[in-house]
Every structure is written in C-alpha cells, then in structure tokens.
C-alpha cells in the first residue's frame, strides 16, 4: 500500500483509539460522529473526512479529533504565500483539541499530518499544552513524555521540536506563546518510512502525556474569577489560531471543510479590554512564563 | 493646519459627541476613557490614541470608540502584502464597534480613516449593521440614512459604497456576509477638501443611522435560545475581523497597540459545532440574507 494510505489508515485507527481513551476519562460525554465529504468552490478536488465531536461531558466541555483527506490545486494566492510554484497537493491528517470544563486542566492540541505538494513528501506535527493555571510538574511530565518518544528516534528531535513549538505557537501581537509548549515538527521526510516511524510513536505517546495530567487536575476546585480567566485566555487561543495558524489558514483558503477546520476554537470565550492580572497572581505567574518559554526538562 | 491634523481633531471630536449619545442611550453605562502612548517593537514609531470603553450596561455589553494617529514604516512582509514599495505611512482614524447585550438589538460598526502612504494621501471607512435577529425595517433605516447622505455629495456613491460594504463584510468560508451591511469606501481622495466634507456628515450620520434602531428593539423580549445564537453569530463577528479585516491586520502588523486594534472583539462567545438553523426559523431566515446580500431601497 502506499505510504499515503497507509499514512490515512494510521490516522483513522489513532482517531479511534483515542476518542475511547478520551470518553473514558471524561466518564460520561461520549463523541458523535459525523463523517463528511466536502465539494469545495475552488479548484480543489472533493475531500472527505470523518470528525468526531465531544460536547458538554463531566471533564470535557468541548473535545474534537478530526481526520481528512483532501486533494486539490493550490490557490496563486495561496501558492504566492507559501513561497512555492502552483501545484497540486495532497493533505491527510489527524487533528485533535480538547478544552475541559475547569480552568485548572489544561486545554491540549495534537496534529500529525502526511503532505504531498507536487515532486515532495513529508510529515509534520506536534503536539502542544495550553494551561490556564501553571502547574510545573503538568509541564515537566508534558515534556517529559515527548523527550522520550523524541529520544528514542534521535537525540536532537527534541531540542529541536521543542523550539520549533515555542516559535510556531508564539502570539508576536501579544508577545506571547499560546501555552507552555510541547513539540512541533515539519517537512520531515529524508527517510518517508523511518519518519512514519516516528510519527507513529508520537500518536501513540499522546494519552500518556496528556491523561495523568487531566487526572490530577480533576479534583481542583475552582472558582468564578478563575473560569472567568480561562475564558479570556481561551481568547488568545482563538487569535492564534485565526490570524497565525498555517493549518487552519490554508484550510480556509483551500475551501476546506469550514466546520471541521475550527473545530478547534474553545466553546466559549472572552474579550475584557485590557484585561492584566495582578502583580503576584496565579495568574501572573503563568503569563510570565507564556512571554518567556522555558526548558522544562534541565540539559 | 494640514488636513492631517483636522483629521485628526474631528475623529477625536466624533469620538466625544458618539460617546456621549452612546451614554445617553445605554442609561447607566458609562464609558472609561483609556489614553495611550505606544511604543511599537517593530520600525513603526511611537503612536498616541485614546479608547474609550463602556462595559456591562444595561443596553450595552460591550461598546468601544477608539482613535489614533500612528506613524511608521511598513515592513517588508506587509508592503508586498498590500503590493506596494517599502515606504512611511501616517494613518489616524476613529472605529467604534457596539454589541448590545440583547440579541434583538444589532451590533454596529463605523470606521472613519485618513491616510497618508508615501505620496499619496485618502480617506476610507463606512459603517455597517450586523442583526442576529432580522428586521427589514431595521435594515431599510439603516441604509436609508447612508443613502441620504451619501446622495447629497455625490449619487453615485451609494450604490458604489453599499456594494463595496457587502464585498468587504465577506466571510469566503462561510459564504456569508458579516451582516446586513451598510456603506464601505476606501482610497477616496481626488479632492482631499471634499473628501473630508463627506467623511465629516458621515460621521454625522451615525447617530441618527443607529439609535433609533436600539430605540424600538431594546424592549423585545428575549430567550435563552436567542441569546445563544446571538453569542454563536458573535464567533462569525470573530472570524471576520481576526481572518479577514484589512485594518485588524494592519494594526496587528504593525506592531500596533493590541487592545485599541481587538477592543472591537465581542465580549463573550461561542462555537458550536455544525450549528445549523431550523428550517423556517428566524434565525433561517437570518443566515438566507447573509447568503445573498439584498438591496434594502427599492431602486
């Protein structure tokens, strides 16, 4: 088979495998399924796709994990953006964010993508968290998990990855970074089989580094002011993800499926004007960190 | 004094007497004023403005009226954005943007510009209604009142100006307009004199465009499910401003002040998945006029 089937099978089996794991964190919410097939107004070719949607569960207030396969012709606009000739390409991948309910369990992204734009071919990625409150060790066992499904492909993917993170998830208008990071890699692919490989081990490591932290969180109690803060940090989500992110921007350009391309945005938000939090706040903690990334692993 | 500076002293005029009437309407809310230097990080120089802001009144969730004057140089990146050469710019402009806590009320938006870039110099703006409940006789006054005064300058300026705004207010993704628009005008500025006599009864205009309109919807009843759909209407208001809006993103760009360019992001907000109205419903019949933009005068 080829690899970019069985680059799509992959993503559909990780699909399911994780929903499961996710329902049965969450304990009561359970993911509908809708699978699509999407006839785009441009020059793209028919896609489709299957996504699956968790809403109003115990632990999850809004949980989504998407695989598609598209094919088509990139836009001259688009083509001129991306630096690159006109051409065709085709996309398959899996997508994958969570918001929970309380503001003390962090809100998690996961994208592993296989691409072929004309003569080339390659993975790309990542997986990143995004706390409202900053629990250090949350932090450590993120990015201790993905040094280790890093380490055992090669020793210099994680330093690597963990900066590609920080710069890719990095709000310039707020100088800021969207969450304490992770991984994030692309146009990865000297070797297609050995970085599907890795991949594999990414999509794999994903309910380890993230379900021990949504179970120690579980049991925080929290109050108004601090849902309240989750939902004016969920704002900064919504503004990366709309003016920087290359995956939902060239969705949106290709005429991609719109629904299932911002699926991603949180359920519920908030813009307050100038909205600071006070010197020595739980809250001021956890920008202080946003404007300056750290190693959360010591060398 | 240059046109640059009447410019500027008739925004921060408008802004005063706008507020004022937008106090008197809401009846308790009132506007904090918020004065700012800002020190951009990019090449831009050092730019001032004032927002004023009203939060949580009692017609008025959120309404914000911001003016600034900048000056700088475009980046690299955004001149071949905009397709032209490297150069200075000087814009100072007035925006307000107004979402009513009911969802039978309209949020309205208005932006008046002057710019200068490198040799050339022009106005640009417009103001444009987005319902979340549809009233023709809403729509009809409202476009009435630019008709007027747009005719008394020039009659071909409405019918240009009103298509202009249902161009701009475009979601591609979505296949809708942003609302039910209005007026939209850009490079206007063969004769600078006369172009600034018609931005000024603009501004005018504006009052008279839009209180009557709050007037007779802020005693309609209202549900849950009505408020709801005005909050998931909202997250359209989101996407256009933050995916499409040239000044957002010029703001933003230009290392602008942040929350003077995103004090016009609706207060709170929600995505749904695959949201889709009832067939038959008012707010079916919402998204139909959005779907295909609909002239409101009888030519």
Known sequence: MELRERARHYFEELQRSICGELEALDGAGRFAEDSWQHEPDGTSEP????????????????????????????????????????????????????HPLSPMIPTVHMNLRYIELAERAWFGGGADLTPHYLYDDDAVHFHTTWKRACDAHDPSFYPRFKQGCDEYFWLAHRGEARGIGGIFFDY???????????????????????????????????????RD???????????????????????????????????????????????????????????????????????
């Open 47 to 98: 896609g489709g796709g299957v996504s699956r949607v968790l809403s109003n569960g115990t632990l999850f207030e809004k949980a989504g994990v998407n695989v598609a396969a598209v094919r088509g012709r990139l836009t001259e606009r688009l083509a001129r953006r991306l630096g690159v000739a006109e051409q065709t390409f085709f996309a398959t991948g899996v997508s994958l964010v969570a």
């Open 188 to 226: 990865l692919g000297e070797d297609p089989e050995r970085t599907f490989g890795f991949v594999r081990d990414v999509g794999q490591a994903f309910i380890g580094a993230y379900v021990p932290i949504a179970e120690r969180r579980r049991t925080e109690a929290w109050w108004d002011h601090e």
């Open 229 to 299: 803060w989750q939902l004016v940090r969920r704002g900064r989500y919504v503004e990366f993800n709309l003016v920087y992110d290359r995956g939902t921007l060239f969705g949106l350009e290709t005429r991609g499926r719109t629904e299932s391309i911002l699926m991603s945005l949180p359920p519920l938000v908030r813009w307050r004007y100038d909205c600071k939090p006070a010197p020595g706040s739980r809250e001021a903690a956890l920008v202080a960190v946003l404007q300056r990334p750290k190693e959360w692993i010591p060398g």
